[in-house]
Every structure is written in structure tokens, then in C-alpha cells.
């Protein structure tokens, strides 16, 4: 062995047993309660991650509609001076 001292390299080996409540019978495994701070937590997270992610959509749709043509923009029937207030009015 090259390093003396260090038994427990398998993580097999360094983790603890479980009991078995019955030979034959799985463990039994409660799910976790979250408590109402954690609920809350989690809920301003995902309006957090939602919000974000309607940011990004708005900011690829702007640099889309701004790399658009006087021609392309003619054919969606909007001008380009109307693209920032259609921009603000979809916020």
C-alpha cells in the first residue's frame, strides 16, 4: 500500500450499515415536512427563477427585433420607431 494509515478510500466501506427493521422488509423512509419558512423559500425561488427567465426572453426578443430589417419589420406590419413601445407595453 503506498499510503499507510488511509483504510476507509471505498466509500462502501466508510459509510454506516443501516438497520433493517425485519430481515426481509425494506427500511421505512418518511418524506421530510418542510416547515412555512421553507415553503416560502421555495415559492420565491421558483417566482424568482420564473421572472428571470421571462428577463431573458425579453432581451433575446429585443436584439432579435432590433437586427431585423426595415423590410422584415414592414412585413410583421410594425415600424421600427413602435418596437420599443411594443417592448415596454409586453413588460
Do not use: Y
Not at 55 to 66: E, F, K, M, P, T
Amino acid at each position: 500500500m503506498l499510503i499507510e494509515g488511509v483504510r476507509n478510500l471505498n466509500f462502501h466501506n466508510s459509510m454506516p450499515r443501516r438497520k433493517m427493521s425485519a430481515p426481509n422488509k425494506e427500511p421505512i423512509v418518511t418524506a421530510p415536512t418542510h416547515s412555512p419558512f421553507h415553503q416560502r423559500l421555495m415559492r420565491a425561488l421558483r417566482s424568482w427563477r420564473r421572472r428571470a427567465a421571462e428577463r431573458r426572453r425579453a432581451h433575446v426578443d429585443a436584439r432579435h427585433l432590433a437586427g431585423m430589417s426595415e423590410h422584415e419589420l414592414r412585413d410583421l406590419g410594425i415600424g421600427r420607431s413602435e418596437v420599443a413601445g411594443l417592448l415596454d407595453r409586453h413588460r
